[in-house]
Nanobody
Framework: QVQLVESGGGLVQAGGSLRLSCAAS????????MGWFRQAPGKEREFVAT????????YYADSVKGRFTIFRDNAKNTVYMQMNSLKPEDTAVYYC????????????WGQGTQVTVSS
């Protein structure tokens, strides 16, 4: 298991930008696939983006493609998500998650960070 702590959320106007960070504990961070998910009020949690252990593969939900960028720094045990051109519908609690090598699911989760986009 890896411990995850998100930061970087806040209140921003539509069209603005935020960068989320997720710091991980442990020496095996570089072996984990990492992901960002979000949950808006009254809605189910949804996938946002994922990045492979090396950073060589990324995948995005259609709703954020071209606006969000996921990247990682394995030397700092941190994964980031740069969010540009934010929209009110991006308002949600954002969670980072880790999936161990060979594991079928994201099994470690952070506590979440609130992102609010005003119109």
């Amino acid at each position: 298991q890896v411990q995850l702590v998100e930061s970087g959320g806040g209140l921003v106007q539509a069209g603005g930008s935020l960068r989320l960070s997720c710091a991980a504990s442990g020496r095996t961070f570089s072996t984990y696939t990492m992901g960002w998910f979000r949950q808006a009020p009254g809605k189910e949690r949804e996938f946002v983006a994922t990045i492979s252990w090396s950073g060589g593969f990324t995948y995005y939900a259609d709703s954020v493609k071209g606006r969000f960028t996921i990247f990682r720094d394995n030397a700092k045990n941190t994964v980031y998500m740069q969010m540009n051109s934010l929209k009110p519908e991006d308002t949600a609690v954002y969670y980072c998650a880790a999936k161990g090598k060979g594991g079928p699911d994201f099994s470690s989760w952070g506590q979440g960070t609130q992102v609010t986009v005003s119109s």
